[in-house]
């Protein structure tokens, strides 16, 4: 069995990219790793203000929460779907490229927006880091259309 490695941020765009994951890890009875990152922010020391770092474990668990919200909006659990949850610490790209690797994924599936900072203009998003640095092929899901009256 092949797997997908599918990557959200709890944007609305990254629950499509889930929605279309499983509707092919099911067509092809693939395993799916839904993956969920996060980064340990970097301290820029200020004499004006000041606050104490976030507990890792709090920043994991916020990761973790994302993709159980996900899965039971989708009731993911209710299927046969054969599925994973992956927290990993780091820059998302980065993360996800590793996973694709490292499972040997058939496909890496993103969304094309998420819930990224203004950096990202500058720096490029994940799902183009992802098309840049994939081994394997990647499905990059746009956003629905909004249509206003």
Known sequence: MGSIVVGIDGSENSRHALEWAVHEAQLRQAHLDIVSCWEYPMLIASEVMWAPPPDRNSLMAAAATRANTFIEQLQLDETDLSFDVLTPEGRPGAELVRIAADTDAE????????????????????????????????TIIRPKPSHHA
């Open 107 to 138: 496909m890496l599936v993103v969304g094309s927006r998420g819930q990224g900072s203004a950096v990202e203009l500058l720096l490029g998003s994940v799902s183009n880091y992802c098309a840049h640095h994939s081994r394997c092929p990647i």
